[in-house]
Nanobody, 116 residues
C-alpha cells in the first residue's frame, strides 16, 4: 500500500534551517504530484509547497516564499523541503502528501519547533 514517511523535524532556533525528507513506497513515486502541508496547534492544515511529478513546476505559500524550497529525487522516491530563516510561526507538524488522479495519501507528519 501507499506509504509516506517524513523525517528531519526537530527543535531549531529562529533564523536556523532544517531539511525535511519524505520517502514514498508502494506506488510509482515519479508520476505523483508531491506536496508539503503543515498544521500548527489550533489551526487548520495549510499548503506549504507543491512540486509537479517531473519536478519542473513548483508552487509556494506566500508565507514561506523565498525561505523554503521544495525539491524531489524520483530515483530515490523522495521529496524534500529545505527550510531556511525559520521563524517561530513556522512551528507546526509538517505532512507530506501524494496526489494523482484524485487519489491522495498522507504521511504521519514530523514536528518542527522553532524556539529560542
Amino acid at each position: 500500500q501507499v506509504q509516506l514517511v517524513e523525517s528531519g523535524g526537530g527543535l531549531v532556533q529562529p533564523g536556523g534551517s532544517l531539511r525535511l525528507s519524505c520517502i514514498g513506497s508502494g506506488f510509482i513515486f515519479g508520476i505523483y504530484t508531491m506536496s508539503w502541508y503543515r498544521q500548527a496547534p489550533g489551526k487548520e492544515r495549510e499548503l506549504v509547497a507543491t512540486i509537479a511529478a517531473a519536478g519542473s513546476k513548483t508552487n509556494y505559500a506566500d508565507s514561506i516564499k523565498g525561505r523554503f524550497t521544495i525539491a524531489r529525487d524520483n530515483a530515490k522516491d523522495t521529496v524534500y523541503l529545505q527550510m531556511n530563516s525559520l521563524k517561530p510561526e513556522d512551528t507546526a507538524v509538517y505532512y507530506c502528501r501524494a496526489d494523482r488522479s484524485g487519489r491522495t495519501s498522507w504521511g504521519q507528519g514530523t514536528q518542527v519547533t522553532v524556539s529560542s
